[in-house]
C-alpha cells in the first residue's frame, strides 16, 4: 500500500464506521420499544425422528417485524439486544409466548411435542434464571418435559457457573441442547460431565456433508460420539435427500431444516404439522 491508497481507505473507513455505530444506535432505540409495541412474533420450525418421519418437536425463532425496515434478521439483532441487555426482557417474552403456545396446543387436544427455545448468553448468566422459568411454567401451567433449552458451546466456558446453572435448569425437568455443536470449544471432558440432553450439528457441517468429505467425517463422529455419551443429537439445516439419507445412515435421531419446513407461524405450524390425539381404545 502507497500513502494515498492508504488515505483513500482511511477516508472511507472512517464514515462507514461512524454510520455503522449510529445505525446500531438506532436499530437499538427501535429495539428498546419493540416489545411494548408488540413487533415481535414467533415462528416455529419442525424437528423430525427421522425413524418414523415423526414431528417430535419445533424451534420457536424470533421475528422483528420493524415499523419502516420490515423484518429484520435475528442475526442482526439479536447481538444488539445481547449487548445492551434488552435480551433479557425479550428472552422472557421468548420464552412466556412458546410455553404458552406449547400450551395452548396441547390444551386443544393435539399430541404434545417439545419447544425448543434459544437462550442468549446474558439469559444463561442470571442467577435467577431457573426461578423465572419454574415461575412461567407453573404459571402456564406446561410440564416442563416439554421444554428444550438451546445454549451453545460459549456459554460453557466457565465451567462451573455453567454446571451450577445448568443443574439448576435440570432439576426443573426441562431439557438442555447445545446449539450450534462443532463451532465452539468444548473439551470432551466437559462434555462428559455436562447435564445435557443433546447436541445440535451446526448447519455448516450438514449443508455440504455430500460434496465435503471432512464434513461428512465430522457429523458421522459427533453423531457415533452422542450415542456413546447417551445424548440425543439433531442435524441442523437439512435441505435435501441425500443429506437426510447419510444422516439416516449415521442413525442420527432427529433432523431439522429446510427439507422438512422453513420456520412458519403459529397457525400455519398447527394446520401442517399437529396432529390430534388418537382416542385410546377402552
Ligand atoms: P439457531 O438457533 O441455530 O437457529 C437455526 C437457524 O437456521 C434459524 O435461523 C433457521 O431459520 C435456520 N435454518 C433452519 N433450517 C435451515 C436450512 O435448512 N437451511 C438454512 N440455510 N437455514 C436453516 P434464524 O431464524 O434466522 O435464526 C438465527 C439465529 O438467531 C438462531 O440460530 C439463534 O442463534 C438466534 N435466535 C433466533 N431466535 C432467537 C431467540 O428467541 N433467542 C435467542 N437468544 N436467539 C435467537
Ligand atoms: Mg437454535
Ligand atoms: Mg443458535
Ligand atoms: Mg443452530
Redesign the pocket.
Known sequence: HNAKEQGVEIRRYIPAMQMKAKERLKLENDLRRALERDEFYLVY?PQVLLETEEIVGM????RWNHPKRGLV???DF?PIAEESGL?VPI?EW?LKTACQQNKTWQNAGYQPICVS????MRQFLQPNLAGKIDAILKDIGLDPSYVDL?ITESMTLDKETAFDQLNRLKRLGVCISI??FGTGYSSLHYLKNMPIDRLKID?SFVSDVMEDSNNAAIVSTITSMAHHLKLKVTA????NKEQLHFLRQQHCHEA????FS??VKAAEFELSFLKPLLEMPS
Do not use: C, F, H, T
Request: hydrophobic content about 35%; cysteine-free.
Open positions: 420450525q424451534e420457536a425463532l424470533l434478521s435475528p442475526v439479536i435480551i428472552g421468548v427455545i434459544n437462550l442468549s438451546e446449539d450450534d448447519r441442523e439445516g437439512v435441505e431439522q431444516g429446510y427439507l422453513k420456520p
